[in-house]
């Protein structure tokens, strides 16, 4: 995986506050960044999943979709 370095302004509590934590985690600060983005873009990616889940929970009308499925597979296995 390739990187890129990118330059950032942050409020000086952010700064004392990332420099606290890299100290306390024996991590470098953009160590500490990247982690930081990682759990922001897990739970962002988590969240719009769960979302969708829920945004299409039940629109299936058709009855058993297991049935369904094996109903159409079948008919793909005999042409």
């Known amino acids: 995986m390739g990187s890129k370095r990118t330059i950032i302004t942050i409020p000086d509590d952010y700064k004392v506050w990332l420099e606290s934590y890299s100290k306390a985690y ?32 039940g629109i299936w009308k058709k009855g058993d979709g297991l ?10 296995q005999n042409d």
Request: hydrophobic residues 35%; proline residues 0%.
């Open 26 to 57: 024996n991590v470098s600060i953009s160590e500490a960044v990247r982690q930081g983005i990682f759990i922001l873009k897990e739970t962002m990616e988590k969240n719009t999943y769960q979302r969708l889940i829920k945004n299409t929970k």
């Open 67 to 76: 049935k369904y499925q094996k109903k159409i597979r079948a008919e793909w």
